[in-house]
């Protein structure tokens, strides 16, 4: 065996190689999560360990945890999918762990197999001593600081402690004057608190105050009912009596916009501002190819809809073609943060260099207060010229040159060559009888069911139907409504064109002309130059949908004039 193998050694052993890549490849490796980072002497977490299956966990070994971390308990589960054919496993291990001492710790790397999971650290503070004097249910708010600057975000936790049962667990809405209120993660966990096991509830909220001046946190309410355990094995657990607590008022001073920050921007403050680009790896482009730009402004600290537009100021030689900004928020259990995602097609038109200047987004840094600004640098784009479609060369005569017709006797010769020797063709007239007087019954027979249905459906009341390809006008209004340019611009097209069945020669600029309204122009107008601008614009369409409202009756007069059988789907929504 090995003789006769021997010449396949070096590709066996590739072969050998190539397997244990992919095996390795294709193998999850083992993730290791903590539910929370931050703990109090005497809190308990849980640490949750996954898998893909192909390692036992239930051997996993726990020894180097349990320096710094008492076990309390484990559960493990698995998990079995089935999609499109393709089966997958997962095996998940949870681990209920207490800090055996204060400070910096560190739950090390297990081994699972051969694979190790990652370390993570976890701060570990001194114990929770409870506030309340009942020792069974302690209720409080807690702000992170006691100044902010207008529209600069405030942290507020709520937090409620009980070391006994409660059913109809509630606490009232927070609802607070001249500011926004954003729900951030809600937390439930185990604490011991002076040998007692207590449940704890954390609600955590980002409040941004709209106004300088004093933000008074008003004071919230919890109410829920006790549950009493029975007399016996058998007995039910029954409610006990309402127990309510209610926090203390908190008063918030809100600085206004310093004096120091620039009267030209837009005022923003912010933990932190970045800036993205997907143009940082591109350096060169093509002549009349359209290249899409997408500049992520973030921030932390910040909402969404805080974020300014992205002040890009591109070249004049470039065309430019914006799109619709992306504005959404993401929340973790301790901050907000928002972005906004611009992106726009540019096309350069002449080969050479253009270079893409600075752009720079002012904002307040809430850490450090500070002024501060995000900046992404200029930078170079080299425009290639666009390469030709054909080759510069003169093209071959023979591929245009149409052959010459052929002579009469090849025309005879081919002809006499294709055709088949004369046979004399079998008496088929009968068969043919038949299946003409087949195709006449059929033909009898449908023009009797067609004159039927017709006149079913004539005696049958039908409603209209105006569906949105035949209501250009209220499309349009839409679209405005939406600040939807590019929509509004085709809608009106249409409106236009089916004006100008009465009206000849009517287009789009000349709608308000029209109607004699001078403002509807106006706002036709502007719309087509915030449409097909070089410089990226915000267009607001409220005031070129009302002016259409108004308008409506008139354009369907004009209409109206002409022909009134033909449905301009004017009608009023």
């Not at 409620?160 to 951030?184: G, P, Q, W």
């Amino acid at each position: 065996m090995t003789k006769r193998f021997g010449n396949d050694t070096p590709l066996l052993w590739v072969t050998s190689l190539c397997l244990l890549l992919l095996s390795a490849l294709t193998q999850a490796a083992v993730e290791a999560r903590l539910d929370r980072t931050q703990l109090a002497l005497g809190d308990i977490v849980t640490l949750t360990i996954s898998s893909d299956g192909s390692n036992d966990l239930k051997q996993i070994d726990l020894t180097p945890l349990e320096q710094n971390f008492e076990v309390l308990g484990q559960s493990s589960s698995s998990n079995m999918q089935i999609i499109n054919g393709a089966m997958s496993r997962s095996v998940t291990l949870r681990l209920d762990i207490t800090p055996k001492r204060q400070g910096n710790l560190q739950i090390p790397p297990l081994q699972a197999g051969s694979d190790l999971t990652q370390a993570i650290r976890v701060e570990v503070g001194p114990p929770v001593v409870a506030t309340s004097g009942d020792s069974t249910l302690n209720f409080r708010a807690e702000v992170d600081q006691q100044t902010v600057y207008v529209q600069g975000q405030l942290h507020l936790t709520v937090t409620i402690e009980r070391a006994i049962n409660l059913d109809d667990l509630n606490v009232s809405e927070l609802n607070i004057e001249n500011a926004y209120v954003h729900t951030l993660e809600q937390q439930t966990f185990q604490r011991t608190i002076a040998g007692k096991p207590w449940i704890i509830h954390e609600l955590r909220y980002a409040i941004f105050p709209e106004r300088s001046g004093t933000l008074i946190i008003p004071s919230l309410r919890l109410s829920g009912r006790e549950i009493v355990g029975g007399g016996g094995l058998f007995s039910r657990s029954r409610s006990g009596r309402l127990l309510t607590r209610n926090t203390e008022p908190l008063t918030i001073e809100v600085k206004p916009i310093p004096y120091n920050y620039p009267s030209d921007a837009p005022w923003l403050v912010a933990e932190q501002i970045t800036l993205a680009d997907s143009l940082d790896a591109v350096t060169d482009i093509t002549a009349g190819q359209a290249l899409t730009r997408t500049i992520t402004l973030s921030g932390q600290g910040v909402q969404g809809v805080q974020l300014p537009p992205v002040p890009q100021n591109l070249p004049a030689q470039l065309k430019t073609y914006p799109d619709q900004p992306v504005i959404r928020d993401q929340e973790s259990r301790d901050n907000l943060q928002g972005e906004r995602i611009e992106s726009t097609a540019i096309i350069a038109s002449t080969p050479g260099p253009i270079i893409l200047p600075e752009i720079r987004v002012v904002f307040w840094n809430s850490k450090t207060n500070t002024l501060d600004a995000a900046i992404l640098p200029s930078r170079t784009l080299q425009v290639l010229p666009r390469a030709d479609q054909e080759p510069a060369g003169e093209r071959p005569r023979d591929a245009f040159v149409m052959a010459p017709p052929p002579t009469r006797d090849q025309a005879l010769n081919e002809t006499l060559s294709l055709e088949d020797p004369p046979t004399l063709a079998p008496n088929n007239t009968q068969v043919w009888q038949w299946i003409s007087a087949a195709l006449a019954c059929l033909w009898v027979i449908t023009l009797a069911w067609a004159l039927a249905t017709r006149k079913q459906s004539s005696n049958t009341p039908r409603e209209p139907k105006v569906s949105v390809a035949d209501n250009p006008l209220q499309s349009a209004i839409t679209a405005a409504r939406n600040n939807d340019a590019g929509s509004c611009i085709q809608h009106l097209h249409s409106l236009a064109n089916t004006l100008s069945q009465t009206q000849p020669g009517l287009r789009l600029e000349g709608l308000g002309k029209s109607v004699n309204s001078s403002e509807l122009e106006q706002a036709i107008q502007r719309l087509l130059e915030t449409q097909y601008s070089a410089s990226p614009q915000v267009w607001k369409g409220s005031e070129l949908a009302q002016l259409l409202r108004e308008q409506r009756q008139a354009l369907q007069k004009l209409h109206q004039s002409g022909q009134s059988t033909d449905p301009l789907a004017l009608y009023p929504t």
